[in-house]
């Protein structure tokens, strides 16, 4: 039998409880240390490694990135952090970026569904010629509305943070000045798109294939007359300086087209992120992302048309004779998307509808 020794100066109750307390803080010393490293390990920083394939100086770098980085890491209280890789530092082409966050090598991405031949087959009615609003806002705010109808489950394998225009492309060109459609014909253009190219062979067009980073070097050499890019890209890649000649829709005129540009997301490391870092997330994402990246690009158009007329560039607001011309030459472009998607078993005449209406009336809104 245990014999518990009263302290000279306590109770004989009190030298019982003596080491029961003994043992309760020897307890709590074990204990502690564990749950001080579980709190640790909870508020760990979790790094981002966002790619994209423009240059860091670019608007959307600097405008977009950058500063939805900053905001995920304040309202993280730092537990978010990126680190961005411009100019594709992670490597790869801007085609294999969809690949790159599916696999991990990225956890999001910024690129264009139409970058990945039919992957995207519902996305790819946000190309159709003559649909969309041509500035960036209205046209992003009309994209997500329409990808969130119809083309959600075409990411199911990402997290998809939002969905933007890069607004209108502008055929720009380097000593043919363009004064109607006609001027058009003949002419080897740089497309960016499989749409944009079907869109420059039915105006009477020669479309080229070849990489952003490539395009000013191929017209200051001659292997291409022209390109077609949107005005806010247009300086960020140096096309500003070796180009003369922009036509583009009036204002209130559905584009020539528009690249559909994707913020995506790594879906397991989402996952995997702690509920409060999903809900900064998705707080940053979704329509305030789309708001942000479209009120930047309009703004970069803005910014790009001031600096090209300062160099004495010369821009071309289609008449609406010429315009029907080419609306009604492009016209076999939709109708042709029409029935491969409806080979495909989606419902291409109702996508393509869908795709019209919801244009229309973001062109009409203020």
């Known amino acids: 039998m245990q014999v518990i020794q009263a302290h000279p100066f306590e109770t004989a109750e009190q030298s019982v409880l003596r080491p029961r307390a003994s043992r309760l803080i020897a307890g709590l010393a074990l204990a502690l240390p564990a749950l001080f490293g579980a709190a640790a390990a909870q508020a760990q920083t979790v790094t981002i490694k966002f790619s994209h394939f423009l240059p860091a100086n670019s608007n959307f770098n600097q405008k977009v990135a950058l500063p939805w980085c900053a905001a995920i890491e304040k309202d993280s209280g730092g537990q978010l952090k990126c680190q961005l890789y411009p100019s594709l530092a992670l490597g790869g082409t801007p085609a294999q970026l969809a690949d790159q966050v599916k696999n991990g090598v990225a956890d999001v991405v910024w690129t264009s569904p139409s970058y990945s031949t039919g992957r995207f087959p519902r996305t790819e009615a946000l190309e159709l010629p003559f649909t969309l609003p041509g500035d960036g806002l209205k046209g992003s705010r009309a994209m997500w509305e329409y990808v969130q109808k119809h083309a959600q489950a075409e990411y199911k394998d990402y997290k998809l943070l939002a969905m933007h225009s890069g607004s209108n492309l502008v055929i720009s060109t380097a000593s043919k000045p363009i004064m109607s459609a006609d001027d058009l014909k003949g002419l080897k ?178």
Not at 195 to 211: D, E, K, Q
Not at 217 to 240: F, Q, R, T
Not at 280 to 299: M, P, T, Y
């Open 189 to 366: 253009l740089r497309s960016p798109s499989r749409f944009s190219a079907l869109f420059l062979s039915a105006i009477g067009s020669t479309p080229v294939t070849m990489p952003l980073a490539q395009v000013t070097e191929g017209i200051s050499k001659g292997v291409i007359d022209g390109a077609m890019i949107p005005w806010e890209v247009l300086p960020s890649v140096k096309v500003d300086e070796v180009t003369k000649y922009h036509i583009e829709g009036a204002a209130t005129q559905p584009g020539f087209g528009q690249a559909p540009m994707a913020f995506m997301m790594n879906k397991a490391r989402y996952d995997k992120l702690a509920p409060e870092l999903k809900a900064v997330i998705d707080r940053h994402s979704g329509q305030a992302l789309v708001e942000l990246a479209g009120k930047v690009w309009d703004e970069g158009n803005a910014e790009a048309r001031k600096k090209l007329a300062a160099q004495g560039n010369k821009t071309l607001v289609i008449k609406d004779a010429d315009y029907n011309a080419l609306k009604k030459a492009t016209a076999s472009v939709e109708a042709d998307w029409i029935k491969q998607a409806t080979a495909r078993g989606l419902d291409g005449s109702l996508l393509a509808a869908e795709v019209h209406a919801i244009g229309d009336k973001h062109l009409r809104s203020k």
